[in-house]
C-alpha cells in the first residue's frame, strides 16, 4: 500500500535528519528478516545506531534533496544502493561495537523450497527418530542408513545441500522431518560509510596488531631493497651498521697485532 502524503512527509523530515545528523553508515541488506527480528535489533541498537528503511524511490527522492541542499556532499555514493531490499543503519558510534551488534542478531531458519542455499548443509550421523516405514524416503537422496533398534540411522555424515544452490522440495522436506533448521539470517552488511571514505566490511577487522605487522612487513621490504641496491635508508642503517661491524670483527680475527674494545669478547671466545 502507498504511503499517505502525511507519512511520506514524516519520511523525508525523518531520513533528512539523519543525513544531517550522522556520519557514519552500514547499507545492509535485509533479505530474509522478519518484522521482530528487525524489531529486536532496533531495540538494541537504541542509543547507539538508528536503522532506516524504506522504498527505494523515497529514499533516492530524500538523497536527491539533500544533495540539492548539499552539493558534492560525500553521502551521493550511497545512492547507488538505493536499489533492492535494502537499508541504511545510522552512527556516531564506533563501527566496530555497532558491527557486533548487528551481526550477532541472527535467527535460525528452516531450508525452504527454492531458496538459494546460504552455506553447505551436512545431515550428521546418527539416530534420525524415523521409524522403518520411511527407508524410501532417505534413499530417494541416496542418504546412507541402517536401521537400529527400530528406526533409522544415518551411517555417515551426508552433504545433501551446496552453498549458493537452490534448495530443492526433498531436501527440505527431510531437514524439516529431523527438525534441522539449517540456515540463520540477520542484516547482511553490504558496505561501510564512514566520513567521505566507501569501504568493505572487512576494514573494520583491521586492529593495532594488523597495522603492526603491515608497518613492519613494509619496513623489512624497504631495508631488503635499499641494502640489494647499496643505497642507505633510515630503515636499513641499523642492518649496514650490523654489517659492518661483523667485517671488522671479521678482520680483528684474522689478525694477531691488533683489535678493538667491542671486538675484543669474540676474540677471547675463539
Not at 94 to 117: D, M, T, W
Request: proline share 6%; aromatic share 8%.
Amino acid at each position: 500500500m502507498p504511503l499517505s502524503k502525511t507519512k511520506k512527509a514524516a519520511y523525508f523530515i525523518k531520513m533528512e535528519r539523519c543525513l544531517d545528523s550522522y556520519n557514519k553508515v552500514f547499507v545492509v541488506d535485509v533479505d530474509n528478516v522478519g518484522s521482530q527480528q528487525m524489531q529486536d535489533t532496533r531495540k538494541q541498537l537504541r542509543g547507539t545506531a538508528e536503522i532506516l528503511m524504506g522504498k527505494n524511490t523515497l529514499m533516492r527522492k530524500v538523497f536527491a534533496a539533500f544533495m540539492e541542499k548539499n552539493p558534492g556532499h560525500a553521502f551521493e555514493a550511497l545512492v547507488p544502493f538505493c536499489k533492492g531490499n535494502v537499508g541504511f543503519v545510522f552512527t556516531n558510534d564506533s563501527l566496530p561495537k555497532v558491527r557486533e551488534v548487528i551481526l550477532a542478531n541472527k535467527v535460525p531458519a528452516p531450508a525452504r523450497p527454492g531458496a538459494l542455499a546460504p552455506i553447505d548443509v551436512v545431515i550428521p550421523a546418527g539416530p534420525t527418530g524415523c521409524d522403518p516405514g520411511q527407508t524410501s524416503f532417505f534413499q530417494v537422496l541416496q542418504v546412507p542408513t541402517k536401521i537400529v533398534k527400530g528406526q533409522i540411522e544415518i551411517t555417515n555424515p551426508f552433504p545433501l545441500i551446496t552453498a549458493s544452490t537452490k534448495v530443492g522440495a526433498s531436501e527440505a522436506a527431510l531437514l524439516t522431518k529431523l527438525g534441522i533448521r539449517p540456515f540463520s539470517y540477520g542484516l547482511k552488511i553490504l558496505k561501510v560509510y564512514d566520513s567521505g571514505s566507501l569501504f568493505g566490511e572487512e576494514i573494520l577487522d583491521i586492529n593495532d596488531d594488523v597495522l603492526k605487522f603491515k608497518f613492519t612487513d613494509a619496513l623489512n621490504k624497504i631495508a631488503a631493497v635499499s641494502l640489494a641496491t647499496g643505497y642507505v635508508t633510515q630503515a636499513s642503517v641499523a642492518h649496514s651498521m650490523a654489517a659492518a661491524f661483523q667485517s671488522l670483527v671479521a678482520v680483528v680475527i684474522g689478525v694477531d697485532n691488533y683489535c678493538f674494545e667491542k671486538a675484543q669478547p669474540y676474540k677471547d671466545a675463539l
